[in-house]
């Protein structure tokens, strides 16, 4: 059910030309990152492996929960980057084809603001703050 939540919510964030990161865990207590730019899929970081190993490997695992992180700046490096179209041809043959529509059991979450003497970390892919001293 994960699967198709994410799916979908992958699919509405390229529709609506978003930029920032899924950052994806896994039952398994793994983390995989998704770097998007205005709608393209251009970076996945995954469990030792980069690029679009990574991305195979996002077909393979059972995804315990996500967060999309809206203009999120995260430190992908080059060995990350994948190509759009190769990306969206893997996932949908693994995932079926990724819809933007309207999922009710999907809760709708506001992204995260960045806000004055608070830094911003990723915990265990959930993104937590921990106030300036």
């Given at each position: 059910?994960?699967?198709q939540?994410?799916?979908?919510?992958?699919?509405?964030?390229?529709?609506?030309?978003?930029?920032?990161?899924?950052?994806?865990?896994?039952?398994?207590?793994?983390?995989?990152?998704?770097?998007?730019?205005?709608?393209?899929?251009?970076?996945?970081?995954g469990?030792?492996?980069?690029?679009?190993?990574?991305?195979?490997?996002?077909?393979?695992?059972?995804?315990?929960?996500?967060?999309?992180?809206?203009?999120?700046?995260?430190?992908?490096?080059?060995?990350?980057?994948?190509?759009?179209?190769?990306?969206?041809?893997?996932?949908?043959?693994?995932?079926?084809?990724?819809?933007?529509?309207?999922?009710?059991?999907?809760?709708?979450?506001?992204?995260?603001?960045?806000?004055?003497?608070v830094?911003?970390?990723?915990?265990?892919?959930?993104?937590?703050?921990?106030?300036?001293?």
């Amino acid at each position: 059910m994960a699967r198709q939540h994410f799916a979908n919510e992958l699919a509405r964030n390229i529709r609506d030309k978003h930029s920032g990161v899924f950052f994806i865990t896994t039952t398994r207590k793994r983390a995989i990152s998704l770097g998007l730019t205005d709608g393209w899929i251009t970076y996945c970081s995954g469990i030792r492996q980069h690029g679009q190993a990574a991305i195979e490997q996002l077909t393979e695992v059972e995804i315990a929960s996500y967060r999309f992180a809206l203009d999120a700046d995260f430190p992908f490096r080059s060995r990350d980057e994948v190509v759009h179209e190769e990306a969206i041809a893997t996932l949908e043959a693994a995932l079926g084809k990724m819809t933007a529509e309207a999922d009710s059991a999907a809760v709708e979450e506001t992204p995260p603001t960045a806000k004055v003497g608070v830094k911003t970390r990723i915990y265990r892919g959930q993104i937590i703050e921990i106030p300036d001293e």
